[in-house]
Nanobody, 117 residues
Framework: QVQLVESGGGLVQAGGSLRLSCAAS????????MNWFRQPPGKEREFVAG????????YVADPVKGRFTISRDNAKNTVYLQMNSLKPEDTAVYYC??????????WGQGTQVTVSS
């Protein structure tokens, strides 16, 4: 069973950047589609970005399009989310997940991102 650990969150001023990492252990994620979600305070979890197992296909939600980039390094068993031009509305707990089988998903524990105005 794969385990996922997110890191890289923190407090940043509006307009700043952060790079989140999602490190996998237990088995390779090279054959899994991978995604980032976020959950803002008091709101439901929402999709942010996804990447195919080969890395050639990426999908980014409209609110972050042009500012966030998802990438993966299968050799390091890690997926990244580069976040630029951050806004206060990007404040959330950010989670990664792995599409392990059909509709089955494995989630990490999340990392907090806080953007101050």
């Amino acid at each position: 069973q794969v385990q996922l650990v997110e890191s890289g969150g923190g407090l940043v001023q509006a307009g700043g950047s952060l790079r989140l990492s999602c490190a996998a252990s237990g088995r390779t994620i090279s054959t899994y589609g991978m995604n980032w979600f976020r959950q803002p305070p008091g709101k439901e979890r929402e999709f942010v970005a996804g990447i195919g197992w080969k890395g050639g296909s990426t999908y980014v939600a409209d609110p972050v399009k042009g500012r966030f980039t998802i990438s993966r390094d299968n050799a390091k068993n890690t997926v990244y989310l580069q976040m630029n031009s951050l806004k206060p509305e990007d404040t959330a707990v950010y989670y990664c997940n792995a599409e392990v089988d059909g509709n089955a998903r494995v989630w990490g524990q999340g990392t907090q991102v806080t953007v101050s105005s």
